[in-house]
């Protein structure tokens, strides 16, 4: 399985929307593209349908550095929940 990284910009914010599985493999592109686009993205999560554990700590991270997060699937939220929990 890979992932996708579509980007869709306006005038507030640009979102990425990642689709497919999420491994820290692609960690480094996403990464890019996070900078590359400045501190208005968002991640939309819709199309998730796996994720490692270095994706999930690194999704916590964005979180708490003020990332915003649409459509993250419930098992996800949970499993950064517990991460930050550790």
């Known amino acids: 399985m890979t992932c996708k990284i579509a980007r869709q910009a306006d005038e507030h914010h640009t ?8 491994h820290a493999a692609h960690l480094e592109a996403l990464q890019a593209h996070m900078e590359s686009n400045g501190p208005r993205t968002v991640l939309d999560l819709d199309e998730v349908t796996l994720v490692d554990v270095e994706v999930v700590r690194f999704l916590g991270t964005c979180e708490k550095e003020g990332t915003a997060r649409l459509h993250c699937p419930p098992y996800i939220r949970e499993w950064i929940s517990r991460e930050q929990q550790i």
């Open 15 to 22: 979102t990425l929307r990642l689709i497919g599985s999420l």
